[in-house]
């Protein structure tokens, strides 16, 4: 384990240099860049960032960095909100951009395989010329590799499944510069331990992700969109879980508290009324869209819901679902010159509606703005609170009443995130969670990958 930050001598950063085909720079705008994410947690700088171009590449600065005890954080767009790419030991920030191409799209296969630093949005575009679409939608442009080391889901989890879902075969580096290759390129896969959903997740703690297959799928005949009015965040919830166990097939179900929606209505120039809001996806032929639409409908009202509109507009609907991606940079717009802490947990679907009255609630007592949103379909939810960067006491106060969210969310049974990651924000929420004893194992498995502690030091347990 590091205790102190490691600071490169220019020999190492002369022998990476001899390394990689891609830029060594020490630049300090170019440092500064790797040194955040989109977390509330201070910035820390790499002492440098190594570009590689290829998974050979990868293995040699591995390789040496191991070699040379030097901390290594995998860097992609730098979206994740737990400070998962900080590199809080100093070393190496080994930005995977570069590594950014389609090597294969096959149709026939529904499947595609692809470099880490490819983005979600460059392959769906690549995609759609063949009449397929990548799932897993985060909200954020985020690259792959990003995607698959922090276990990404998103909106359309509900339907499509999570990155743990969707990546079937990964090509990796360990710590020590071997390279490996799991899982196939088959939707079955029963042979020995089950590495790839080892390491996607894994935050990259354990190895460095340099090719992934990816499950694709044909993109539906038919989308809708539809919107609902709701008195109460709780009516709202209750009426989502509902609809998931009513068996109807949404495709994607959002929940937005009142102050999200007046931010998006701001921010992407909507009209909503601003009230707690359930937001519907619907995938499939023409009638099943309209059957879905009509049977949320019925269900819905029975919640007090109200104002149900749906529309089969295509134009329409992306900008609903644009909306709701950039809820979180709406509420920044809404807050100018601020940060914020965004964090998630699930629970059990059958006390979804308790937990987010819970989090209101505790919210409520604080004087720091907040919004509440989420995936309700998979009793996934969000809480966005406003601190200002001035004040750092504000985020140490607001660590505080985050932990104790995530706290309530475990004794109901839930987990401390459904899709953020630990990273370095949520060690302690782990433990609570796992217990002891997992977390042993956890420390295990990674001083076996990784007995030199160089990748991502600090995230996931100190």
Not at 291 to 297: F, P
Not at 401 to 408: A, F, S, V
Not at 441 to 462: A, C, E, H, Q, Y
Request: charge should be negative; aromatic fraction near 6%; glycine fraction near 8%.
């Amino acid at each position: 384990m590091f205790n102190k930050r490691v600071d490169l001598s220019s020999e190492q950063i002369e022998h990476l240099k001899s390394l990689v085909t891609g830029l060594v720079s020490t630049n300090e705008t170019v440092l500064a860049q790797h040194g955040r994410d989109e977390s509330a947690i201070p910035p820390v700088n790499p002492s440098a960032v190594v570009m590689p171009q290829s998974t050979e590449e990868v293995s040699k600065v591995l390789a040496y960095c191991n070699q040379q005890k030097i901390p290594v954080v995998a860097f992609g767009a730098g979206s994740s909100l737990e400070g998962h790419v900080l590199p809080l030991f100093g070393g190496i920030s080994l930005d995977l951009t570069q590594m950014n191409k389609i090597i294969d799209v096959r149709a026939d296969d529904l499947l595609v395989r692809v470099q880490p630093g490819v983005h979600r949005i460059a392959l769906n575009e690549k995609l759609a010329n063949s009449g397929l679409f990548f799932s897993v939608d985060p909200g954020a442009d985020a690259t792959l590799g990003g995607m698959a080391a922090t276990g990404a889901a998103g909106t359309t989890t509900v339907r499509y499944g999570s990155m743990r879902d969707n990546v079937l075969a990964l090509t990796a580096v360990m710590a020590d510069g071997t390279i490996i290759k799991t899982g196939r390129e088959t939707r079955k896969l029963s042979a020995g331990y089950d590495l790839t959903r080892l390491l996607v997740g894994s935050e990259g703690t354990l190895a460095v992700i340099t090719e992934l297959t990816l499950r694709v799928f044909g993109i539906p005949e038919k989308m809708a969109a539809a919107t609902v009015q709701f008195k109460s965040l709780a009516d709202g919830v209750t009426a989502a879980t509902a609809i998931v166990r009513s068996g109807i097939s949404i495709a994607r179900c959002e929940f937005l508290d009142a102050k999200c929606i007046k931010n998006v209505n701001s921010h992407d120039g909507l009209s909503l009324a601003e009230v707690p809001t359930l937001f519907f996806e619907f995938h499939g032929s023409p009638q099943g869209v309209a059957e879905d639409a009509q049977s949320v409908k019925d269900i819905v009202e029975e919640f007090g819901g109200s104002e149900f509109q749906w529309s089969t507009d295509e134009g329409a609907r992306r900008k609903l679902w644009q909306a709701r991606h950039n809820a979180y940079w709406a509420g920044i717009a809404a807050n100018p010159g601020k940060r914020a802490v965004s964090t998630d947990a699930a629970v059990p679907l059958s006390k979804l509606a308790e937990a987010v009255t819970i989090a209101e609630q505790v919210l409520s007592k604080h004087p720091y703005p907040f919004s509440i949103l989420g995936h309700v379909a998979d009793a996934n939810f969000h809480c966005f609170i406003v601190t200002d960067p001035e004040k750092p006491e504000e985020l140490e106060d607001v660590r505080h009443i985050t932990h104790e969210l995530t706290m309530k969310m475990i004794e109901m049974g839930g987990t401390c995130t459904g899709e953020h990651g630990i990273g370095s924000g949520k060690i302690s929420a782990l433990i609570a969670e796992t217990g002891a004893e997992a977390v042993s194992i956890m420390r295990s498995i990674k001083k076996t990958l990784d007995p030199n502690n160089i990748l991502n030091p600090g995230k996931v347990f100190n």
